[in-house]
């Protein structure tokens, strides 16, 4: 690890959650999830949800300088502009044929989710000759997907393949957890290793978000604290596990009275799914704060905030749950790893 005086930092790039583009008098001021893990001059960041390339920009981090793309789960909300950074980002990435960036996610899911309890046929899956394909293989069927643009940039202005500037993997849990994505998808465990260079080492966790199956926690250390991310879940015992005295600790939150105002006298089978869907994947204000109070988090930020459009007085019921330093970050605010008091 090199030295302290790199001022690790985050930045919320994107603090919405929900495959949704909020609507609000004016806009709304919260585009898709994602955050920068910025040392130094180099950024990692954890997920690609929409307006990441925008926010990036808006933020003054250079394509060059990504060193990782670290994705917590695969649905759409937290991906849906990782095609979009790969291929608008090829001209600024055009020094790293030999060093592409990494791109590290959950792997295929083997089989596909049990269906809801109220459905009355069964559901038809898309795509069922590949219906659950993990990060490499999503990545590599987002690039084939725009093969048309690719093509014409690769031969006729002589740019690199994306696959040249971009290495997509799969994490592989370890072997004797248990894990299984349909009956055992969040066995508790310790974290383990994904990835690591001269400025971070990065571990990760299993997190309880059916039906999605695996879902992902991550934490970073570096040589000047450290910071976790829960991705999406409800309450886990395993993000207390993998955020055990982490510096900063990036929690989801979703406002329950709003899931009721939207769902809760609505009778038809969709929407009541949809209702038992938010409900068990999901973790509300006071039970992230508590969380971060229990794993003794010295300060805890709430994103992927559902609404995006809720007032504040909605997330910041959180500090009543929680000693430490708490934090409600819009886009492009910069929290410190360890601030300065």
């Known amino acids: 690890m090199v030295s302290s005086d790199l001022a690790p930092r985050v930045v919320t790039l ?50 060059a300088d990504l060193r990782g793309i670290f994705i917590t789960h695969l649905h759409s909300d937290h991906t849906v502009d990782l095609a979009s950074l790969a291929i608008f980002g090829l001209y600024e990435l055009l020094g790293r044929t030999g060093d592409p960036v990494k791109i ?43 093969a ?51 400025l971070v ?18 934490r970073f250390e570096t040589a000047g604290g450290s910071v976790t991310f829960s991705g999406d879940t409800t309450y886990t015992p395993n993000m207390v596990t993998l955020a055990a005295d982490t510096d900063l600790l990036l929690h989801e939150a979703i406002d329950f009275d709003f899931v009721e105002s939207v769902y809760g006298d609505k009778t038809d089978d969709g929407s009541r799914a949809a209702r038992d869907h938010h409900y068990k994947s999901h973790t509300s204000v006071s039970d992230a704060a508590k969380l971060a109070q ?6 805890l930020a709430l994103h992927h905030l559902v609404p995006a459009t809720a007032d504040e007085a909605v997330w910041r019921q959180a500090a009543a749950h929680y000693d430490g330093i708490f934090h409600l970050p819009d886009d492009l605010d910069v929290i410190e790893l360890k601030p300065h008091r």
């Open 14 to 63: 994107g603090t919405a959650g929900g495959p949704k583009w909020w609507a609000a008098p004016g806009g709304c001021r919260r585009t898709g999830i994602a955050t920068a893990v910025v040392v130094g001059t180099s950024f990692y960041l954890v997920d690609c949800g929409h307006g990441v390339g925008r926010r990036l920009s808006q933020a003054g981090l250079k394509l």
């Open 148 to 198: 048309t643009d690719l093509n014409d940039r690769i031969i006729d202005s002589l740019r690199p393949s994306p696959f040249e500037l971009f290495e997509a993997s799969d994490i592989e849990i370890p072997a004797g957890t248990g894990y299984h994505p349909n009956d055992n998808p969040t066995p508790a465990m310790d974290p383990f290793p994904v990835y690591e260079d001269d």
């Open 201 to 218: 080492k990065v571990s990760a966790i299993l997190v309880e978000h059916p039906p999605v199956a695996p879902a992902f926690g991550f």
């Open 294 to 299: 229990e794993a003794g988090a010295k300060q």
């Open 104 to 146: 590290i996610g959950p792997g295929n899911r083997g089989m596909l989710p049990k269906a809801s309890p109220r459905a009355t046929a069964a559901p038809q899956p898309l795509a069922p000759h590949r219906p659950t394909p993990g990060t490499r293989e999503m990545f590599e069927q987002l690039m084939f997907a725009h």
